[in-house]
């Protein structure tokens, strides 16, 4: 199985991003998606999780502007990020657990500045 994220780029503050990850060749449905973000110097920290049954959890930092939600296609994820800050700047990972394993992506980068 492998990961692909996408869908990063340079912002500028107060505008918005929407990230995708895509699996593929499972057969199996994702039982949690989630969102990491690492910025240079900073240990890897979670953005948002989603839970199959649609338990969602996010970062203090990015409440209220951050929505992550599962995409129309089988085990896809997607993160819309609006009102973006300079400190949302950082590579951005999706993870997924299928059954009994956990898969990471590529990361893509964020960059938010004027």
């Known amino acids: 199985v492998q990961l692909q994220a996408s869908g990063g780029g340079l912002v500028q503050p107060g505008g918005s991003l929407r990230l995708s990850c895509a699996a593929s060749k499972s057969s199996i449905n994702a039982a949690v998606m989630a969102w990491y973000r690492q910025a240079p110097g900073n240990e890897r920290e979670l953005v948002a999780k989603?839970?199959?049954?649609?338990?969602?959890n996010y970062a203090d930092s990015v409440k209220g502007r951050f929505n992550i939600a599962r995409g129309n296609a089988k085990n896809t994820v997607i993160l819309q990020m609006n009102s973006l800050k300079p400190e949302d700047t950082a590579v951005y990972h999706c993870?997924?657990?299928?059954?009994?394993?956990?898969?990471w992506g590529q990361g893509t980068l964020v960059t938010v500045s004027s």
């Open positions: 989603i839970i199959l049954g649609g338990n969602i």
């Open positions: 993870w997924m657990r299928l059954g009994t394993l956990s898969y």
